[in-house]
């Protein structure tokens, strides 16, 4: 039997990020991939005003004035980490947002929310991103999310982990390094390796449905 390797597996994942390019997308997904980013924002708009932004804001706002991000549907600006935190978390806050019915994972919220705040600030930095290179980032952040969430529902697990905040944020770290200036795969890995490291730390379970605190996958 051949033994697991972890770093092989991080080194692969950070490669299908970084080498995936537009033109040998399929058709279907170049299709669908602007209509998971449309749906994402609307979603995102759509609940910029509800009661749990409007106090996920003014926490945010506490420790830090302002930012280089905007938030989608708001006035306020805020840090790259709070911004894809608080863009995201309003995309999910009125369960609207998409499903991967197989393992009910939301995909598009942290994968989508950290790419366009890194493309943000790149902008800011004056080296824009191309919104096809950041539907390229949101295709292989979704890619790799589901696939992860395929390989956890595959072991049965019975303890109603909600399956987007253990690894949403594993498609939130590699959409996030193809804008930040093209990581090589190392460096990107090392950013997938955290993430499925924390994801343990930070998953919720499916009781927490029905709370302000059931949108906190955008701390992926």
């Not at 197989?102 to 600030?121: D, N």
Request: hydrophobic residues 40%.
């Amino acid at each position: 039997m051949t033994a697991f390797d972890p770093q092989s597996v991080t080194h692969d994942m950070a490669r299908f990020a970084l080498d995936l390019e537009w033109a040998t997308l399929p058709d279907k997904v170049r299709r669908e991939a602007p209509r998971a980013w449309l749906n994402w924002v609307a979603c995102t708009v759509g609940a910029a005003r509800t009661p749990a932004m409007e106090a996920a804001v003014r926490g945010v706002l506490l420790m830090e004035s302002s930012g280089e991000v905007g938030l989608l549907g708001r006035s306020e600006s805020a840090s790259v980490s709070n911004a894809a935190l608080l863009n995201c978390l309003g995309s999910s806050s009125q369960t609207y947002d998409d499903t991967h019915l197989a393992t009910i994972t939301h995909p598009t919220g942290p994968v989508a929310a950290a790419a366009l705040a890194v493309a943000c600030k790149r902008a800011g930095a004056g080296q824009p991103v191309s919104g096809r290179d950041l539907l390229v980032a949101l295709v292989a952040g979704l890619e790799l999310e589901c696939r992860v969430s395929c390989a956890i529902a595959a072991g049965g697990g019975s303890l109603g982990w909600y399956m987007t905040s253990l690894s949403g944020g594993i498609g939130a770290a590699a959409a996030a390094g193809r804008p930040a200036i093209r990581l090589e795969s190392r460096a990107n890995g090392v950013g997938l390796g955290c993430r499925c490291g924390a994801s343990g730390r930070i998953s919720r379970d499916s009781r927490q449905h029905g709370h302000h605190l059931r949108s906190g996958h955008g701390r992926a």
